[in-house]
């Protein structure tokens, strides 16, 4: 067994069991935005992966670039000044801990929401201790993020023949969604070990979709429906784009909510910025009538996202918490 120079025991904790080399996911679908087909080749990378990625995203190099900059300007700050944005709450900064239910990582990272009703303390803390030039940086990006997110999604609603309801609920002020940006440092003890070291666990994302960018390190795994892990190779140009459990009930199951994880790199720290695109808290989340053709039935139940999020948000990150949503289970 490998034993870590630093904080041994705790590093054990993030040891992933494989140690094979891992199947590298060249077939990512890749969408130009700007393509006649491209609802139709995002409709069915989310039936048969639950992930793609886009290009020709309308989003400015320079918004991407500032935002990184300042992130790491942020993340190079001493470990004492980071932690008086956190411990999250669960918004702010956090480090190896992710959640409050127990999950550890190789990462430290910054989660806030864009829900005008919900102030965190600590994403309050962040902003007034760190300069403006952060927290401008970060609008400017969530801002146009938020545009191409609620683009794609019109896009798919109109692929499945269903307009703007997807678009709609994201597009809305009072939409839940949040933002997160992770840093997985490198770790050079990880060089001839040949083992992995898990920077956020095995999960899906609770929210409709997620909208990612990290710059060139890799890390980034989706689970195959065999149950063997692919990484999918880096690419700081394109934005990819995972389906997330909402996006898989609306869908009555069309749509997959990929697994995925990321694996810490022995060189190279990775830095990624996330959208999860949400709805309100009062919107009521279930199957969409017409994906329901007569043959099918609803495989899924009506919870609030409110519901749902309180609960996914009680879980541990590999915890199956789509289930919620299925007949039989009880809130
Ligand atoms: C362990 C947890 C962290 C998480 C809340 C949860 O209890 C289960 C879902 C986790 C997740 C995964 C996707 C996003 O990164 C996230 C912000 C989300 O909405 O659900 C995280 C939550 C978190 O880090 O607080
Ligand atoms: O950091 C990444 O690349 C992905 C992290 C992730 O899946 C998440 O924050 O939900
Ligand atoms: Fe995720």
Same mark, same amino acid.
């Not at 139709?40 to 992930?51: H, S, Y």
């Not at 900064?93 to 190789?106: A, L």
């Not at 992995?196 to 710059?215: A, K, M």
């Given at each position: 067994?490998?034993?870590? @120079?630093?904080?041994?025991? +705790? =590093?054990?904790?993030?040891?992933?069991?494989?140690?094979?080399?891992?199947?590298?996911?060249?077939?990512?679908?890749?969408?130009?935005? @700007?393509?006649?087909?491209?609802?139709?080749?995002?409709?069915?990378?989310?039936?048969?992966?639950?992930?793609?990625?886009?290009?020709?995203?309308?989003?400015?190099?320079?918004?991407?670039?500032?935002?990184?900059?300042?992130?790491?300007? &942020?993340?190079?700050?001493?470990?004492?000044?980071?932690?008086?944005?956190?411990?999250?709450?669960?918004? #702010?900064? #956090?480090?190896?801990?992710?959640?409050?239910?127990?999950?550890?990582?190789?990462?430290?990272?910054? +989660?806030?929401?864009?829900?005008?009703?919900?102030?965190?303390?600590? @994403?309050?803390?962040? &902003?007034?201790?760190?300069?403006?030039?952060?927290?401008?940086?970060?609008?400017?990006?969530?801002?146009?993020?938020?545009?191409?997110?609620?683009?794609?999604?019109?896009?798919?609603?109109?692929?499945?023949?269903?307009?703007?309801?997807?678009?709609?609920?994201?597009?809305?002020?009072?939409?839940?969604?949040?933002?997160?940006? =992770?840093?997985?440092?490198?770790?050079?003890? +990880?060089?001839?070990?040949?083992? =992995? +070291?898990?920077?956020?666990?095995?999960?899906?994302?609770?929210?409709?979709?997620?909208?990612?960018?990290?710059?060139?390190?890799?890390?980034?795994?989706?689970?195959?429906?065999?149950?063997?892990?692919?990484?999918?190779?880096?690419?700081?140009?394109?934005?990819?784009?995972?389906?997330?459990?909402?996006?898989?009930?609306?869908?009555?199951?069309?749509?997959?909510?990929?697994?995925?994880?990321?694996?810490?790199?022995?060189?190279? @720290?990775?830095?990624?910025?996330?959208?999860?695109?949400?709805?309100?808290?009062?919107?009521?989340?279930?199957?969409?009538?017409?994906?329901?053709?007569?043959?099918?039935?609803?495989?899924?139940?009506?919870?609030?996202?409110?519901?749902?999020?309180?609960?996914?948000?009680?879980?541990?990150?590999?915890?199956?918490?789509?289930?919620?949503?299925?007949?039989?289970?009880?809130?």
């Amino acid at each position: 067994m490998v034993v870590l @120079s630093n904080q041994s025991a +705790l =590093n054990e904790l993030f040891l992933a069991k494989t140690c094979n080399p891992s199947t590298v996911f060249t077939a990512v679908p890749e969408v130009d935005l @700007s393509h006649p087909d491209a609802k139709t080749m995002m409709v069915k990378a989310c039936q048969e992966i639950g992930l793609f990625k886009v290009v020709n995203h309308g989003i400015p190099p320079e918004v991407i670039t500032r935002l990184e900059n300042e992130a790491l300007k &942020f993340f190079m700050q001493s470990q004492s000044q980071k932690d008086k944005a956190g411990p999250p709450d669960p918004f #702010g900064y #956090g480090s190896k801990r992710i959640g409050t239910n127990g999950d550890m990582g190789w990462v430290e990272y910054l +989660l806030l929401s864009t829900n005008p009703d919900i102030v965190s303390p600590k @994403s309050v803390e962040l &902003f007034e201790q760190n300069p403006e030039a952060l927290r401008l940086c970060v609008e400017e990006y969530i801002g146009a993020v938020k545009k191409m997110c609620c683009f794609v999604l019109e896009e798919m609603g109109e692929g499945l023949g269903l307009g703007n309801v997807f678009s709609r609920m994201v597009r809305e002020e009072r939409s839940d969604s949040c933002f997160r940006v =992770n840093r997985y440092p490198a770790c050079v003890e +990880l060089e001839e070990s040949g083992r =992995n +070291l898990i920077g956020f666990g095995e999960h899906t994302d609770p929210q409709i979709l997620s909208v990612l960018r990290s710059n060139n390190t890799s890390g980034l795994q989706i689970c195959l429906p065999d149950g063997t892990w692919a990484s999918i190779p880096p690419d700081p140009s394109s934005f990819f784009v995972n389906v997330g459990d909402l996006f898989q009930v609306m869908t009555n199951g069309r749509f997959k909510s990929v697994k995925h994880r990321v694996l810490a790199d022995s060189r190279m @720290s990775r830095l990624s910025m996330i959208y999860f695109g949400g709805p309100s808290l009062e919107e009521k989340i279930g199957p969409l009538p017409s994906l329901v053709s007569k043959e099918e039935q609803n495989i899924y139940r009506e919870l609030t996202w409110r519901e749902y999020k309180n609960a996914a948000y009680k879980s541990r990150l590999s915890d199956h918490r789509i289930t919620l949503f299925h007949k039989s289970s009880h809130t």
